[in-house]
């Protein structure tokens, strides 16, 4: 996503080093990591402190967004939702046939076209993108740890109370009502994605720590 605020702090970096410390274990080539959790829990930025660290040990990376592929643009969604119901709000609501399009271009090599919102105009803008060279594809998302192809799964731990006060800091939408039901929604879908996972995080928002 254009736009999206990223702070990378300390227990972003230890995290990342305890992940690139796993990784040593278990890496190949054309390898995928998927970051998965709650909204505001900081999926993006260990997203972001994976592919730093792993670059100074000469592997590339490269990082997708799922929430740049939700079928319906940012400008609509709201008005889907609440057409359809607090029911339509899940998984269903990606594309996932140009998620695994896109998984299967960099397995390939090839070249791929995949769209990129800009947070600022709520816009959906196309990225092209080459994935010839590239070792890691770094995948983050509500529902990420969902893939099947993925390598090596990390979940972010978050309350829901926690999602929300997340939510609220980073100014993404509106805190109504409706967008608290949305949360509570994706909250219990997205704690039923928790199985298989490598690695467990639960970043405390009051300390610079993290819990495994």
Same mark, same amino acid.
């Given at each position: 996503?254009?736009?999206?605020?990223?702070?990378?702090?300390?227990?972003?970096?230890?995290?990342?080093?305890?992940?690139?410390?796993?990784?040593?274990?278990?890496?190949?080539?054309?390898?995928? @990591?998927?970051?998965?959790?709650?909204?505001?829990?900081?999926?993006?930025?260990?997203?972001?402190?994976?592919?730093?660290?792993?670059?100074?040990?000469?592997?590339?990376?490269?990082?997708?967004?799922?929430?740049?592929?939700?079928?319906?643009?940012?400008?609509?969604?709201?008005?889907?939702?609440?057409?359809?119901?607090?029911?339509?709000?899940?998984?269903?609501?990606?594309?996932?046939?140009? @998620?695994?399009?896109?998984?299967?271009?960099?397995?390939?090599?090839?070249?791929?076209?995949?769209?990129?919102?800009?947070?600022?105009?709520?816009?959906?803008?196309?990225?092209?993108?080459?994935?010839?060279?590239?070792?890691?594809?770094?995948?983050?998302?509500?529902?990420?740890?969902?893939?099947?192809?993925?390598?090596?799964?990390?979940?972010?731990?978050?309350?829901?109370?926690?999602?929300?006060?997340?939510?609220?800091?980073?100014?993404?939408?509106?805190?109504?009502?409706?967008?608290?039901?949305?949360?509570?929604?994706?909250?219990?879908?997205?704690?039923?994605?928790?199985?298989?996972?490598?690695?467990?995080?639960?970043?405390?928002?009051?300390?610079?720590?993290?819990?495994?």
């Amino acid at each position: 996503m254009l736009n999206d605020k990223i702070t990378v702090t300390k227990k972003h970096l230890q995290a990342a080093d305890l992940v690139t410390e796993e990784l040593q274990k278990v890496i190949q080539p054309k390898f995928i @990591i998927t970051i998965g959790g709650e909204v505001g829990s900081g999926k993006s930025t260990l997203a972001y402190a994976i592919a730093q660290k792993i670059k100074k040990q000469g592997l590339s990376s490269k990082i997708i967004d799922l929430d740049d592929f939700y079928k319906i643009p940012p400008k609509e969604r709201k008005a889907w939702r609440r057409l359809n119901g607090i029911e339509s709000v899940g998984p269903e609501e990606y594309d996932w046939n140009q @998620i695994n399009h896109l998984i299967d271009d960099f397995y390939h090599d090839r070249e791929s076209t995949m769209p990129c919102v800009d947070l600022i105009t709520d816009e959906v803008d196309t990225l092209t993108t080459h994935f010839e060279g590239i070792d890691v594809l770094l995948i983050n998302g509500l529902y990420a740890t969902k893939l099947k192809q993925s390598n090596f799964r990390i979940f972010i731990e978050l309350t829901y109370d926690e999602t929300k006060d997340a939510q609220a800091y980073s100014g993404k939408e509106e805190m109504t009502e409706f967008r608290r039901q949305i949360l509570e929604r994706e909250h219990l879908m997205v704690q039923a994605l928790k199985q298989n996972i490598n690695l467990f995080f639960d970043f405390d928002a009051t300390l610079d720590k993290y819990h495994l």
